[in-house]
């Protein structure tokens, strides 16, 4: 057996096997582990519901194979002597793939916790998936390029000349696609400061329509004709927007006008008569009804109420019944409503009439 006493690269031929031998019951190790610690976690979760071990168990499934061989490697590389550079070669893949297997563990319980937040959300606010998304999109992004800067740096780039090359470059990048980058933090600004969220109904400079969606450059509504109107995200945002979905309760004015040769009775009862008319109508809270002015053809009323329901039909089912309630108590007492007239009154003097 003296071919094992053969020296390569500085270690005898037997050091190198018995090195070999030991990354390859490493990695059997190290991979049985992972699937044991796996399949447990994933019983337990499954048979708990408990959520770290859910995590857990996803987080063990991220664990790849490479890094698994990269750590058997190590445990083998303690078995011989390696020269400097081949030792910095070693080091540094190993290191490498402990960042990338880093970003994996990180992007996955990142992954985890917004799914439990989305799931929140549903119930309680969908309006925040959209931004629970970009925040989870934005920390994906700075969480992976930290990682592939410091790999950089592992191997020997210099990135600090990198990192000010592309810093000038984003300024140009920026100055060229700022109305693209104005429409993204304007989205931006939508998911944190909440304005509106998906199936509100806007009217946006005369148009009219429910949200349907919030994206990263432009907020799309379905209008009452069923057509799609978008809009860039800074022009909405630019915009005076009235926002319906967060209407409680809806105030109305109602106004009347009866006739000038009314009497004074019937004039005193038209405030009560409105009263009881609003009043017996459910969702309906009365605010008050007055006789408001001397107008041009008629005596005028205000009333106002609300009607405590922020869908339209609501209101509009309740205002008629209200209108038609008005109706006939108005034509039981006899009170004529008000329309634009005009009266002639022609007068003359007895000698013209007799020269006639």
């Not at 408990?50 to 190590?74: C, D, E, H, I, N």
């Not at 009365?286 to 006789?291: A, V």
């Not at 339209?312 to 409503?337: S, W």
Request: overall charge neutral; aromatic content about 10%; proline content about 2%.
């Amino acid at each position: 057996m003296q071919w094992l006493d053969e020296k390569v690269l500085g270690n005898s031929l037997q050091q190198w096997l018995i090195a070999a031998a030991v990354v390859v019951l490493s990695y059997l190790a190290f991979w049985l582990t992972r699937r044991l610690v796996r399949y447990r976690l994933g019983a337990l979760a499954a048979r708990t519901e408990v959520q770290l071990a859910a995590m857990g168990s996803r987080l063990v499934a991220q664990t790849k194979a490479p890094f698994l061989l990269a750590l058997a490697v190590y445990v083998g590389s303690l078995f011989v002597d390696l020269s400097g550079r081949v030792e910095a070669v070693v080091n540094s893949a190993i290191h490498i793939t402990l960042l990338f297997q880093a970003a994996l563990w990180g992007s996955t319980l990142l992954a985890v916790l917004l799914e439990a937040h989305q799931q929140r959300a549903l119930q309680e606010n969908p309006s925040a998936l959209t931004s629970i998304n970009i925040v989870g999109f934005v920390v994906r992004l700075l969480l992976w390029t930290t990682v592939a800067l410091l790999a950089l740096d592992n191997v020997g780039v210099d990135v600090t000349a990198l990192v000010t090359g592309l810093g000038i470059g984003g300024v140009a990048v920026a100055l060229a696609v700022q109305n693209i980058l104005g429409d993204v933090f304007a989205s931006l600004s939508i998911m944190m400061d909440k304005p509106f969220a998906v199936g509100d109904f806007l009217a946006i400079d005369g148009f009219l329509g429910n949200v349907e969606q919030i994206g990263l450059k432009t907020t799309r509504l379905r209008s009452l004709s069923g057509e799609q109107v978008v809009f860039s995200n800074s022009d909405l945002l630019a915009s005076r927007i009235r926002n319906y979905g967060r209407m409680y309760e809806r105030r109305v004015v109602l106004n009347l006008g009866v006739t000038y040769d009314t009497p004074r009775a019937k004039l005193r009862m038209i405030p009560d008569i409105v009263r009881q008319a609003v009043t017996t109508q459910d969702t309906i809270r009365f605010d008050r009804s007055h006789f408001l002015a001397f107008g041009d053809y008629a005596l005028q009323f205000e009333t106002v109420y609300y009607v405590l329901s922020s869908e339209y039909n609501v209101f509009m089912d309740r205002q008629q019944e209200i209108l038609f309630a008005i109706h006939e108590r108005f034509e039981q007492e006899g009170i004529e409503f008000a329309y634009p007239t005009q009266k002639l009154y022609l007068s003359g003097t007895p000698a013209a009439a007799g020269s006639c």
